[in-house]
Antibody, heavy 118, light 110 residues
Framework: EVQLVESGGGLAQPGGSLRLSCEVS????????MNWVRQAPGKGLEWISYISSSGNIMYYADSVRGRFTVSRDNVKNSLYLQMNSLRGADTAVYFC???????????WGQGVLVTVSS | QSVLTQPSSASGTPGQRVTISCSWTTANIGTNAVSWYQQLPGTAPKLLIY???QRPSGVPDRFSGSKSATSASLVISGLQSEDENHYFCAAWDDSLRGWVFGGGTKVTVL
């Protein structure tokens, strides 16, 4: 069974930092590209970051570029999102996701809440 | 402003057919496949349609998808009460080099 489990969310102050983790099981993690997607309260889904299977290619949404960094550890089967210079607009549920445009393997974690507030 | 445009709401009575559109104005989507998700906000989205018109196993056949050059559609044939939910389209954008999502459509069963 495929499982993606996020952790590391919580309350952060504006300008602060948080690091999210996503532990993956049920498939060969090192073979697949991964993504982070977020959903602000009452809003739609927003893709924020992509990382290739080997970790050497990363893409970011304009809203987080320069502040967030995606990484992965293919030995630990884990995906990470380092979030710096946090803003109120970053308040959202953050999902890690395997999204393959060419087939049905679209797997999502349960999400983790990040709240940025003083 | 989402790259993919969806109506914010749709509704129907049980048994009716409901169509949700997803449109774009740039060539960024091109021939890339469109996916559709059902989601209770704040929870993990559930894949309903991939590769424009393919249903994963376990998804009822009352859900169907289609795609043209500048739009895609999700059709719910024979609307049921449990279909009351939020629906999102998604695709890979070659120019943005990222996934783009529609703003979401809330379906209400009257």
């Amino acid at each position: 069974e495929v499982q993606l489990v996020e952790s590391g969310g919580g309350l952060a102050q504006p300008g602060g930092s948080l690091r999210l983790s996503c532990e993956v099981s049920g498939f060969t993690f090192s073979s697949y590209e991964m993504n982070w997607v977020r959903q602000a309260p009452g809003k739609g889904l927003e893709w924020i970051s992509y990382i290739s299977s080997s970790g050497n290619i990363m893409y970011y949404a304009d809203s987080v570029r320069g502040r967030f960094t995606v990484s992965r550890d293919n030995v630990k089967n884990s995906l990470y999102l380092q979030m710096n210079s946090l803003r109120g607009a970053d308040t959202a549920v953050y999902f890690c996701a395997r999204l393959l445009s060419y087939d049905s393997r679209h797997d999502w974690g349960q999400g983790v809440l990040v709240t940025v507030s003083s | 402003q989402s790259v993919l445009t969806q109506p914010s709401s749709a509704s129907g009575t049980p048994g009716q057919r409901v169509t949700i559109s997803c449109s774009w104005t740039t060539a960024n989507i091109g021939t890339n496949a469109v996916s559709w998700y059902q989601q209770l906000p704040g929870t993990a989205p559930k894949l309903l349609i991939y590769l424009n018109d393919q249903r994963p196993s376990g998804v009822p056949d009352r859900f169907s998808g289609s795609k043209s050059a500048t739009s895609a559609s999700l059709v719910i044939s024979g609307l049921q009460s449990e279909d009351e939910n939020h629906y999102f389209c998604a695709a890979w954008d070659d120019s943005l080099r990222g996934w783009v999502f529609g703003g979401g459509t809330k379906v209400t069963v009257l």
